[in-house]
């Protein structure tokens, strides 16, 4: 089986380099010079644990290789992943530019039967527009076929989720094209593997309605959280008991400062966008979008309560606050809509300077903030004289710190624990003004 993926993001190269390690020979094509350089040399340029091991082993196995050069890409191969950005534009549509102009490229290049396989999360209808663009070029001078194959993998455990996905859902219109796609994946399971085979349309669904799930979930549980506090309930104990609940289930009820990541703000918002397209409000993911936003405001509310200062009118200036963690999520470097860069930015508005740390993002921060913040090497620097220190991202390393020692090195002991790592009454005994995300009054 000899494959190509286009684009070498988080997607398309855990995808190309676990097809490798399934014993399929596989390109991988990006027109961006310098990371396919940098891929040549072996070098990663994502922080995804576990994906610089099988890079390198099946580089030198000779199964993947890295290339500038779709023409070759395309003619050479049979299937052709699609895994290119699809970012949101200003009106919260998905912007399709990346993947339209690699299907011009597939249908400029084609030379016989190809399986195009849109791997990137694209507005129901695509898959259509896609087949319409090569179709355009090619007439009917080459078969091929259109397949919609969503990505459900999650930054920080991409190679374990492609290896082992929950369910790999293939969207075609051709009996061929289906059993292709099962080839390559049946090379994951011993038995069955777990097959949703439906049409094109229902695929591009299936992939934008369990994203807005889960942060329907997630915002879900923020706003228990944010009534918790309020009322002077746990929300980690009403957590606990509602996943025991077979129905509800635990996963995705962790409160904190609102999602983020490079799907779920853009993907809710190009659901509702497609929903407005064909005239109908999807209201719930709407709503959902809006609290999130909210939510990452209200963790700069605290942050300012706890200093005890007033958001109208007040002012930060004077105040050194510290930052721990600034990904979207721990084990990624990925900064994309992390709630860390709302939080941070408005601290900034309010005259605070900032004092920042994450064990991986720290390339990418320097990107995002420039020299408005500091950036420091380890925890207990970035704590030093500060008069807060907010825990933005919930990293291992973070959740066993020396406390006391961190309390010594701050000017003012106030912690904003945004990630519910610590216990309350511990914080509170160890002297510091503690608040956290639905826990606070306990
Ligand atoms: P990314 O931005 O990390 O990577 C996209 C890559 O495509 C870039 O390297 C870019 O240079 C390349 N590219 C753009 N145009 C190209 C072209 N014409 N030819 C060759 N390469 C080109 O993106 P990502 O995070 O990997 O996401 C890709 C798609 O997968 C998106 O639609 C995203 O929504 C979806 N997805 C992402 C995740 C995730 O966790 N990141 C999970 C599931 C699905």
Redesign the pocket.
């Known amino acids: 089986m000899r494959i190509a993926v286009?684009?070498?993001?988080?997607?398309?190269l855990v995808t190309g380099a676990c097809l490798a390690e399934f014993g399929m020979f596989v390109t991988c094509?990006?027109?961006?010079e310098k990371?396919i350089e940098m891929l040549n040399r072996g070098e990663i340029p994502?922080y995804e644990p576990g994906l610089d091991v099988i890079v390198e082993k099946n580089s030198k196995a000779g199964r993947l290789r890295f290339t500038t050069d779709?023409e070759e890409a395309v003619k050479n191969n049979l299937v052709i992943f699609i895994?290119?950005?699809?970012p949101p534009k200003e009106d919260g549509s998905a912007d399709l530019t990346?993947v339209e102009?690699?299907a011009k490229?597939i249908a400029n290049y084609m030379n016989g039967y190809k399986v195009i396989v849109n791997?990137?999360?694209?507005p129901v209808g695509t898959g259509q527009k896609v087949k319409k663009i090569i179709r355009n070029i090619v007439g009917e001078k080459y078969k091929f076929d259109v397949v919609s194959n969503?990505?459900?993998?999650?930054?920080g455990a991409?190679v374990n989720d492609f290896m082992r996905p929950d369910r790999i859902v293939i969207g075609a219109e051709s009996d061929e094209a289906v059993a292709i796609m099962k080839d390559i994946y049946s090379a994951h399971y011993l038995g069955e593997a777990p097959f949703v085979v439906t049409n094109i349309e229902t695929a591009e669904m299936i992939k934008y309605a369990s994203n807005a799930f889960l942060a329907l979930k997630i915002t879900f549980i923020n706003e228990v959280a944010n009534l918790c506090d309020l009322v002077g309930a746990d929300v980690h104990k009403v957590a606990k008991a509602m996943g025991m609940d077979g129905r509800i289930s635990p996963k995705f009820l962790h409160p904190g400062p609102g999602y983020g990541?490079?799907?779920f703000p853009?993907?809710t918002l190009a659901l509702c966008n497609i929903a407005k397209e064909h005239g109908y409000q999807f209201k719930v993911v709407e709503a959902a979008i809006d609290v999130n936003e909210k939510q990452k405001l209200r963790m700069v509310d605290k942050i300012m309560g706890l200093l005890g200062v007033e958001k109208k009118g007040g002012s930060l200036d004077g105040k050194v606050i510290s930052i721990l963690g600034l990904a979207f999520k721990p084990n990624t470097d990925d900064m994309r809509e992390s709630p860390a860069i709302v939080i941070i930015n408005e601290l900034l508005k309010y005259g605070a300077k900032i004092k920042v740390f994450d064990p991986i993002a720290m390339d990418n921060a320097k990107k995002i903030f420039g020299d408005k913040v500091e950036y420091c090497t380890d925890e207990y620097e970035t704590v030093h004289n500060t008069d807060c220190l907010a825990i933005v991202t919930e990293w291992n390393q973070f959740r066993k710190l020396d406390m006391e020692r961190i309390g010594g090195l701050m000017r003012e002991k106030n912690l904003a624990d945004l990630r519910n790592i610590y216990e309350p009454s511990k914080m509170r005994k160890l002297g510091f003004n503690y608040i956290c995300v639905g826990r606070s009054k306990i």
């Open positions: 286009v684009g070498t993001g988080y997607v398309g094509v990006d027109i961006d990371k994502i779709i895994a290119v950005g699809t990346y102009n690699v490229n791997k990137s999360t694209v969503p990505e459900f993998l999650r930054e991409a990541g490079s799907c853009k993907d």
